[in-house]
């Protein structure tokens, strides 16, 4: 509650097309005040104002309100092109005023609370969504373009970028995919021993989890756990590249930034992603075999020997190429959201999130996609 006791007046004073609002009284927290858009109102209501001098020569008292007072005054007076002088005011009103205008407001940082109909909301949504497949449309070509260059040896970027991008992309995943897969071939076993086992059918157990891992499930739960690791771990990395200003200061050198950062992430990638959907296979299928023999109490010899005879050369290339598919997708997803990242660290995490997100429903779309394809052909 407002203390009556504290209270702040003012008065305005008019000499042609200049203006003086002489405040008093206490312009604390808790006073008694008039709104900076009253008293704009009651400046401009008589005549036509081209300055406004603010003094404070008889007042008692104040805190940040007189500070976010003037500078809400200095907002309104911007609009009517007034010129404010506020330089008789307190000395720390006036510092920290002085700073408060010295940088000016960047566009887009201010959220403005203007209720806007739905069709606008719409239209503004639309654009946006124009917007974003454009510039996807433009990184995708910037890529394929780097990519040719690469193909003909003047891409601009260093092997040894290539090879860490590798290294983490490689032999750093390999604990996660490893826990990923053998869990996945234990369940997909497990579940399907539960099921087999009332018609005595155990043996196909191996089939199941043999075409189920190596046709699918060993290329997207790979695909996941590297969009989740690997395609957050881009965007994060060219994100805060974004906010430093570093891709700024390639560009600036002529050093193009798909080349240089873009590219070494998306072949890194693309090579490591079938080596890892091969060993996610293996460890898949060895947690079938684990299942098959403690569950269903069955041979390992018989096991593998059914396995074999299911799986055949086009079931494992057909999990590799997605795999393949898979990798430019991530990778692609993730550095599109770091070359796009605003300027702020909340912007970064935004992009992070945004990359694992159009990662994983990219990887299911594929798989959709690639699934119908093999249908039709009949393979």
């Known amino acids: 509650m407002k203390d009556p006791a504290k209270t702040s007046s003012f008065e305005i004073r008019q000499e042609e097309n200049r203006a003086e609002l002489r405040i008093s009284g206490s312009w604390v927290a808790d006073s008694e005040r008039s709104a900076p858009g009253e008293i704009f ?53 006036t510092r920290l005023l002085g700073m408060a205008l010295a940088v000016p407001e960047q566009e887009g940082v201010r959220r403005e609370s203007d209720e ?21 449309l433009e990184f995708i070509g910037g890529c394929c373009l780097a990519l040719g260059r690469m193909a003909v040896g003047r891409a601009q970027f260093r092997g040894s970028d290539l090879w860490t991008v590798v290294q983490e992309c490689g032999a750093r995943a390999l604990p996660i995919v490893s ?6 071939g234990l369940i997909l076993a497990f ?28 290329a997207v739960m790979t695909g996941i756990v590297m969009a989740g690791r690997t395609g957050a771990s881009f965007a994060a990395e060219l994100g805060t590249m974004q906010v430093n200003e570093e891709i700024d200061a390639l560009e600036t050198l002529g050093i193009s930034p798909i080349d240089f950062l873009v590219l070494p992430r998306l072949v890194g990638l693309t090579l490591m992603m079938p080596l890892l959907c091969a060993y996610a296979n293996f460890v898949g299928l060895l947690g079938g075999l684990v299942v ?46 770091g070359m796009l990242c605003g300027r702020s660290s909340a912007a970064v995490g935004t992009a992070t999130n945004t990359a694992v997100v159009h990662s994983i429903t990219c990887i299911v779309v594929a798989t959709a996609i690639i699934t119908v394809i093999c249908s039709v052909l009949g393979i």
Not at 192 to 218: D, P, T
Not at 303 to 315: A, F, G, K, W
């Open 41 to 93: 109102a009651l400046l401009t209501k008589t005549a036509a104002v081209s300055e406004l001098r603010i003094t404070a020569t008889e007042l008692q008292e104040s805190d940040m309100s007189l500070p976010t007072f003037v500078f809400a005054l200095h907002r309104l007076c911007q609009q009517d092109n007034i010129s404010l002088r506020f330089d008789e005011l307190p000395e720390a009103a």
């Open 116 to 136: 806007s109909s739905v069709l606008s909301r719409i239209g503004s949504d639309a654009i946006a969504v124009g917007r974003g497949w454009h510039a996807t």
């Open 179 to 184: 826990l990923i897969g053998f869990l996945m």
């Open 191 to 218: 579940v399907s021993a539960m099921q087999l086992k009332m018609f005595g059918a155990e043996i196909y157990v191996a089939n199941l989890v043999g075409i189920g891992i190596v046709r699918v499930l060993g």
């Open 292 to 337: 098959g023999m403690s569950v269903l109490d069955l041979p390992a010899r018989l096991y593998i020997n059914q396995s074999m005879e299911v799986l055949d050369l086009t079931q494992v290339a057909i999990g590799l190429c997605t795999s393949i598919v898979f990798g430019v997708l991530i990778a692609m997803a993730g550095c599109l959201q």
